[in-house]
């Protein structure tokens, strides 16, 4: 039997400070095959993103295991964490965060420039995902020259660039109009198949979470089943 590519047990996060101690994720459980979409759904505060960010290698569990592929990420140094991120996960989040001084072509290319590949093989790897999200005449414009909708498609693509096992979704679809929202929810699930890339998002549309092969709630710090929707009077 194949391990799950996405591994978690009796996962626990606290937040302390003077004033309170807040415990965000308890006792989570979730196991994810290798190229499955995840989608998790919960209320502002039930700790979507705190979970992503473990996932990601951003934080750390205060309590359970979190294992990605063969990456322990309970028990990582700062030094393995970002080596983690860099080779196994990509990032897209609601805002683009495009580099406002770079092309978009410069801007997907940039993590495989960090992660050493020569600059000519990342802007070919750039150009191409940048073909397949619908952005191949926009090689050489700004952010501030592309649409929000085409701003997210280049930021899906840039987390694409270096070939992640795993990407990780926060919010992907919350800055934009219904038609681009659904241009990329169309991209994220269609990308990440093709790829055979697992993808784990966390968002407030539903639309987008009944896509997922498995759709989850976060609630009380751990999850449980999205309920079916309910039927149209």
């Known amino acids: 039997m194949n391990e799950p590519a996405v591994y978690c047990a009796g996962l626990g996060k606290t937040f302390a ?52 592929g063969g990456w322990e990420l309970s028990s990582l140094p700062e030094r393995r964490l970002a080596e983690y991120r860099s080779s196994t996960v990509g990032f897209v989040f609601q805002f683009h965060y495009l580099l406002k001084d770079f ?33 191949a005449g926009r090689l050489g414009h700004f952010p501030s020259q592309l649409s929000g909708g085409e701003r997210q498609r280049a930021a899906i693509a840039r987390a ?30 269609g990308l990440s198949a093709r790829g055979g890339t697992t993808l784990i998002v966390v968002t407030h549309d539903e639309g987008l979470a009944r896509q997922a092969d498995l759709a989850y709630l976060l609630e009380g710090g751990a999850l449980r089943p999205l309920p079916p929707a309910e039927a149209a009077p």
Request: glycine fraction near 10%; avoid cysteine; charged fraction near 15%.
């Open 17 to 68: 400070s003077q004033a309170e101690t807040l415990q965000v994720l308890q006792g989570l459980e979730l196991s994810v095959e290798a190229g499955a979409s995840v989608a998790i759904m919960g209320a502002s505060g039930s700790g979507k993103s705190t979970l992503l960010s473990i996932l990601g290698g951003l934080d750390l569990p205060t309590e359970g295991l979190a294992r990605v």
């Open 103 to 135: 092309t978009a072509l410069e801007n997907v290319a940039m993590p495989a420039y960090m992660r050493g590949l020569p600059r000519k093989a990342a802007n070919e790897r750039a150009a191409a995902l940048l073909g397949e999200v619908g952005l």
């Open 160 to 189: 694409l660039v270096n070939s992640p096992a795993l990407v990780l979704a926060d919010e992907p679809t919350g800055n934009l109009d219904a038609s681009s929202a659904r241009n990329v929810r169309e991209l994220l699930f």
